[in-house]
């Protein structure tokens, strides 16, 4: 199996971290993993994206065209990439924000609103993982069990205690998760 | 080293190119890192700052005030017989040429990451292979050649780093490794080598007896220079670079080959490029063109004979690289009209796609 994952949005929402906690994920159910930022000055304030790659076999190219997953968190990263999404795949976008909506038929389209959750309950640390919860309610490429295992290993001791809240957050994100088309 | 004792061997970690080469540096005992920060490389003197091997195996690692100073200082600590290297993105490894140069002139080894970004000029941060033909064809002056190992995955970044020394010190010259923008900045699986100590003042007066020690009562002094005002002494030194390029040539040739035995057409990339094929390679298939893909893992030496073995075999190649076609003048030369060799590729920091690959192989070389 072989998952092609774009995740796109402003600088500052966690797309970048949401990416890495994925490819460490895979890291810990022995899968081959790849995570390639887009490092330019879009992470200061503009958009920012990262394809990750999740498979049981060698992974070729780092860099994709089309990708099975595009989780969306703003409206020019839905402007770029909706058209990118394999026929069949999936989007992802966080409605806030947003004034045009996700137009294609042949994809599988969901909303999470985690955004607005993430700022009515004081959560916003844990926007990203709202999400992630979301992306594995739908598409369980990794387990939930990987995703702590893989904070646990990614984040320094002293950031341990918050291995709960996130945990919390990713059970959020699977309720909150709605299909559109 | 108390680490050694911390480190599982086995342990697979996720890092980025330009962390492996900082670990990879620490673990193949280096003894000194002189480098200037430049985007997308800095993480490399980054994380060797984090790591302080100054309180592990004593390797020092410093920020010098420019690009020009890092060379100069990788230059006198080569002198001494100490494994030095030093990084940077284009403009920066730009600044170095001269110092380059000088060592190759001096006979000095030494290992230089430059991790590519688009130019000319200052350009853009994002990744190139646009330094091609600076790294192979001499960017400093005077005949020399740089032994080039290109990696395309983390991994073998750090693999590369430790080999890059290994040849550096063999055959007493600079060597390149030349990444990009991508292998810098991405996160693979990477198993990180294992831990050799930094030489000790006697192991460098035996591999390296050329080196300048000080005062030394027991033989000659060794002067190191590039200088030499007499033209048949000048001579003389060219000649022994030439004759040592050729056994590089002849022994240090390495390339890597994807679905080529019964490929029709044959499409040559290095580095990133070549990762990005390898998808082009599988997407051809689908579309039942026989595509194969040689990847030269060394760009100097270039892998000439299978090139020409395979110039026997197909109807035509095509050289994909992140410039405007630089690497294809040394795949035709190799090929020597034998078959039509095209080039597709990306320039100032775009990154080609498989399909557009695919689309090149079809319009350039199928028709």
Partial sequence: MTEEIIIAGFGGQGVLSMGKILAYSGLMQDQEVSWMPSYGPEQRGGTANVTVILSDERISSPVLNSYDTAIVLNQPSLDRFESKV????????????????????????????????????????????????GLLKIRPIVLVENVLKGLKKSLPERHHHLLEMNEKAIHIGMDLIKKVN | ?????????????LMKGNEAVAHAAIRCGCDGYFGYPITPQSEIMETLMELEPWNTTGMVVLQAESETASINMVYGAAGCGKKAMTSSSSPGISLMQEGISYMAGAELPCVIVNVMRGGPGLGTIQPSQADYFQTVKGGGHGDYKMITLAPASVQEMADYTVMAFDLAFKYRTPTMVLADGVIGQMMEKVVLPPFQPRWTEEEIKQNAPWATLGKTPDRKPNIINSLRMDANDMEELNILLQSRYREIEKKEVLFEEFDCDDAEYLIVAFGISARICQKAVKLAKKEGIKAGLLRPITLYPFPIEVLKKYAEKVKGMLSVEMNAGQMVEDVRLAVNGKVPVEYFGRMGGIVPTPDEVVEALKNKLIK
């Fill in chain 1, 86 to 133: 394999k026929p069949g795949g999936t989007l992802i976008f966080d409605g806030n924000g947003f004034h045009k909506f996700p137009t294609r038929t042949d994809i599988n389209v969901y909303r999470i609103d985690a955004t607005e959750y993430a700022y009515a309950n004081n959560a916003a640390k844990t926007m990203n993982m709202i999400i992630l919860g």
């Fill in chain 2, 1 to 13: 080293m108390n680490t050694d004792k911390k480190q599982n061997k086995e342990e697979v970690r």
